[in-house]
């Protein structure tokens, strides 16, 4: 059975840091494409940021380029997000993703929220003003 956990999620205020943690279990970490989407109240789920297993490539969505760094350790079977400089609109539900089975080569593929085979339970961030 696969299990996608995530931790770190908290409070913090606008222009400060969290770091988020994602393990999998079942199945083969190194075979991942893993993401980080997330969900604020009243909102659709949207995409974050996502590792490919291949070539080391990592795709950010605009609103989070230059502030969220996403990371692996293959050897922890982890991904990590890194958030700096958090602002309010940041606030949501974040959620870990895996994804089996493509090479990705382009952001589209890493967006298409359809493609995840295996989802966390999600982890609060609230960003205070």
């Known amino acids: 059975q696969v299990h996608v956990r995530e931790s770190g999620g908290g409070l913090v205020q606008s222009g400060g840091s969290l770091r988020l943690s994602c393990t999998l279990s079942g199945r083969m970490f190194t075979n991942a494409n893993m993401a980080w989407l997330r969900q604020a109240a009243g909102k659709e789920r949207e995409f974050v940021a996502a590792h490919d297993f291949a070539g080391g490539r990592t795709y950010y969505a605009d609103s989070v380029k230059d502030r969220f760094t996403i990371s692996r350790d293959n050897t922890e079977n982890a991904v990590y997000l890194q958030m700096n400089n958090l602002k309010s609109e940041d606030t949501a539900v974040y959620y870990c993703?895996?994804?089996?089975?493509?090479?990705?080569?382009?952001?589209?593929?890493?967006?298409?929220?359809?493609?995840?085979?295996?989802w966390g339970q999600g982890t609060q961030v609230t960003v205070s003003e």
């Open positions: 993703a895996a994804e089996y089975g493509t090479v990705w080569y382009a952001k589209s593929l890493a967006e298409d929220q359809s493609r995840y085979d295996y």
